[in-house]
C-alpha cells in the first residue's frame, strides 16, 4: 500500500519545545499500538481488498470493533484520499466531533486539517481535509453544490442500521450515482446483522463481517414494571457501586434534561455515602455539552474508582465506551413521530425495540462478561416491544426533505428508490406545506422562493420566514431571530436558588410583552450592544446550563469559585450565544447567495411579526372561553408553555414556533398575532371564515387584550 506522507512526517503545529514532542510521539505510539488490537485490525488487507474488488460493499460488525475511526484511515493508507476525500456519516454531531477528534489524534494532524468534521453550522475542515466526518443531514445538503460528489473518492455511510430520514435519502442518492461514478466507493456500515436488506438494495452488494469479540451478558429483570424509571435508575447506580466489583456503569436515558437530573440527583446522594465507599465519577454526555467535557467520558478510570456514564442512545452503537461492565437499561428513548393528517409532529418517550435492548445489553460484555440491568420485566420485553425501531422516514414529516430533492432535480418522488418508502400521505403532505409556503407551484414545480429557501440549512418554515423578510424590510431582525431559535430552548438559565432574579432579567427581554420572537431578538441585540460580552451574559441569567453541568461535574459549591474556575466557566456561557452569532454570520453568508439585503426594520415589530407569520402561519392559536388555545386548522387543544412571556397574558391570537407535549400540549415561543394578517398572508390558507372574531365578549375577563 501507498505509504502516508502525514503519519510519517506532520508534527501538531504548536510543537516547539523537544519535551513536547517527546510526550507526543510517546503517545503517538501508544495510540498506534492501539489500533492494532481493535478487532478490526485483523481483516484490514482482507477489506482493502474487498475495496478494491467491488464498489459497493455492505460492512458489519459490533460496536466497538473500529469501523468508524478505522476503516477511513485505512483507506487513507491505501492511498484513496489521493484521489478524493474520504466521507464518513454518522447520524449524530456529536459523534461525528468526537469521533473525528479521536482520529486525528490517532493521525497525530490537527483537528480541521487533514482529519475535520462537518455538521450543522459548524464546519471544521480546511483545504487540506481528506478524512471528513459529517452528519449524514450535512452530506445530504453537499449533494446541492456537488450532485456528483466529484471531490469524494470514498463515501462510508455509518450506522447505517440507524436508518434516519437523511441516512435513508442518501441511500437512494449514493446508489444512483454510483451508476455513473464507477471510481467511487460506497461503504455501508451497519452494528446490527440485518445486512441482507442493505445488500438487497444495492445491487446484492458483498457483505463483510468483523466478527466482534463479545463476552456473556447477564440479563437482569425487575420482577414488577417500574413506576418511574429515572429513580430507578438511580437505585441501580448506586446498588452496583455498592455491591458490585469494579467496572463502569453505563446509563441509557432520554435526553439532556433526563441526564442533568440523574446527575443532580447522583451527586446528592453519593455525598452521603462517606470515605469508605470508592468515589464515583459522573460523566454525563449530550449534544450541548462542551467537547472537552465529552471527552471526559473517555478517559480511563483511575484506580479504586468507578464511572458511571450517562447518554442517551448515542451510547448504543455511535460512540464506545471502553471499560464498561454494567448497563442499566430502563428501556425507553425518545421517539419522533408524526400525524400526516394534522401535520403535528412530536417528540415523545417510547419503549425501545428489542433490537435496542439487545445493542444496549452488549454494551456490557465489550472487555469482559458483564451485567444487564432491564428495569421492566421480562415479559414486557417479550411481549410489549417491537423487534425493530421504525425508520424515521415513516415517522417524520418529509417538508424539508422534499424540498432538498426537488432542489436537486427529483421531481417524481413516488418512485424515487426509496429503501422503504415514507407513507403516501406523508409525502402529500409535505406537497402541501411547500406549496402554502409558496415554495412550489401547483404544478410541484420549485419556484423562485423555494430555491432561495432550500439554501438554508433550516426548516422550511424558518426558510420562509427568513426569504419573507425580504417583503418586510426587516432581515436584520429576522436572523437574529432564527439564529436564537436554532439554538434551541436552554437560552435562560434558573438556579433553582436564584429563580426570582433569573425570572427578573428575563422578563425584562419582554418589555410590553413583545412575545417570545421579539424577545429572543432583545436578548440577541442587547447581547451585541455590550460586545458580546461574556459579564453580560452572566448578569442576566442567559445559557448557564452548560456551566452547571461543569460545576457539578467539578463538584464544587456554585458560589464559591476560585477565579480560574470562574473565567473557565464564563467561556462556556457564552457558548450558546456565541453558536447563535456563528449561526446568524453564516444566515447572514446565505443572505447574500440568495440576493436578500440585510435591512433593519427594529422599530416596526408588526413587520417582523409578519416576516415570522409568512412562515408560521400554519401554526397559529386562538384563544378558547376556557382559557385555553385552539390551532386554528386542524383544531386541537394546546397551551402555552409556562416559559413563554405571554403565558399570563394569553392573547387572543398567536403563532408559535413549536409545539412541545411534555404534561399537556405546549405552544413554544409564542407571538401575538392579528387575524386579519393571517388571510393577508396566506389567503390560500386562510379564508375570512376561519379567523372570524366573532364571540369576543365571552373571553375570560383581562385575557385577550394585550397590546399590540
Ligand atoms: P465501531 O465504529 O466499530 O463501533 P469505533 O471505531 O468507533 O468502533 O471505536 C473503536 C475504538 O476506538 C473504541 O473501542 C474506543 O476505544 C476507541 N474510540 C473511539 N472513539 C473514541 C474517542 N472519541 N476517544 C477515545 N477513544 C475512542
Ligand atoms: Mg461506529
Known sequence: FVKSSIIEGTQPEDDSDQEGIDAKAILKRELQDERKTLPIYKFRDEL??????????????????????????????????????????????VAAMSVAARVSQEMGVKLGHEVGYSIRFEDCTSEKTIIKYMTDGMLLREFLGEPDLASYSVVMVDEAHERT???????????????????????????????????????????????????PVEIHYTKAPE???????????????????PGDILVFLTGQEEIETVDEILKHRTRGLGTKISELIICPIYANLPTELQAKIFE????????????????????????????????????????????????LINPISKASANQRAGRSGRTGPGKCFRLYTSYNYMHDLEDNTVPEIQRTNLANVVLTLKSLGIHDLVNFDFMDPPPSEALLKALELLFALSALNSRGELTKTGRRM????????????????????????????????????????????????????????HTGNVGDHIALLNVYNSWKETDYSTQW?????????????????????????SPSLMSRMTFLMVRSMKRARDIRDQLEGLME??????????????????????????HSGRLQRDGTYKTVKNPQTVHIHPSS????????????????????????????????????????YYQLKDVDDSGTKKLPKGHGRAAL
Not at 452503537?317 to 403535528?344: A, E, H, Q, W
Request: hydrophobic fraction near 40%; aromatic fraction near 10%.
Open 48 to 93: 482493502l481488498k474487498a475495496v478494491e474488488e467491488y464498489q459497493v460493499i455492505v460492512i458489519v460488525g459490533e460496536t466497538g470493533s473500529g469501523k468508524t475511526t478505522q476503516i477511513p484511515q485505512y483507506l487513507h493508507e491505501a492511498g484513496y484520499t489521493a484521489k478524493g476525500k474520504v466521507a464518513c456519516t454518522q447520524p449524530r454531531r
Open 165 to 215: 430520514l437523511s441516512t435513508d435519502i442518501l441511500f437512494g442518492l449514493v446508489k444512483d450515482i454510483s451508476r455513473f461514478r464507477p471510481d467511487l466507493k460506497l461503504l455501508i456500515s451497519s452494528a446490527t446483522l440485518d445486512a441482507e436488506k442493505f445488500s438487497d438494495y444495492f445491487d446484492s452488494a458483498p457483505i463483510f463481517k468483523i466478527p466482534g469479540r463479545r463476552y
Open 227 to 245: 413506576a418511574d424509571y429515572i429513580d430507578a435508575a438511580i437505585v441501580t447506580v448506586l446498588q452496583i457501586h455498592v455491591t458490585q466489583p
Open 300 to 347: 480511563a478510570t483511575p484506580e479504586g474508582a468507578r464511572k458511571v456514564v450517562l447518554a442517551t442512545n448515542i451510547a448504543e452503537t455511535s460512540l464506545t465506551i471502553d471499560g464498561i461492565k454494567y448497563v442499566i437499561d430502563p428501556g425507553f428513548c425518545k421517539i419522533k413521530s408524526y400525524n400526516p393528517r394534522t401535520g403535528m409532529e412530536s417528540l
Open 454 to 509: 432550500a439554501e438554508f440549512p433550516l426548516d422550511p418554515m424558518l426558510s420562509k420566514m427568513i426569504v419573507a423578510s425580504e417583503k418586510y424590510k426587516c432581515s436584520d431582525e429576522v436572523i437574529s431571530i432564527a439564529s436564537m431559535l436554532s439554538i434551541g430552548n436552554s437560552i435562560f438559565y434558573r438556579p433553582k436558588d436564584k429563580q426570582v432574579h433569573a425570572d427578573n432579567a428575563r422578563l425584562n427581554f
Open 537 to 561: 451574559c452572566y448578569e442576566n441569567y442567559i445559557q448557564m446550563t452548560i456551566v452547571h453541568t461543569l460545576l457539578d461535574v467539578a463538584s464544587i459549591d456554585e458560589w464559591s469559585i
Open 593 to 618: 447567495r440568495v440576493e436578500i439585503e440585510i435591512c433593519s426594520n427594529a422599530i416596526d415589530l408588526d413587520a417582523i411579526k409578519k416576516a415570522i407569520t409568512s412562515g408560521f402561519f400554519h
Open 645 to 684: 412571556g405571554l403565558a399570563e397574558i394569553r392573547p387572543r391570537w398567536v403563532v408559535y414556533h413549536e409545539l412541545v407535549l411534555t404534561t399537556k400540549e405546549f405552544m413554544r415561543q409564542v407571538t401575538e398575532l392579528k387575524p386579519e394578517w393571517l388571510v393577508e398572508i396566506a389567503p390560500h
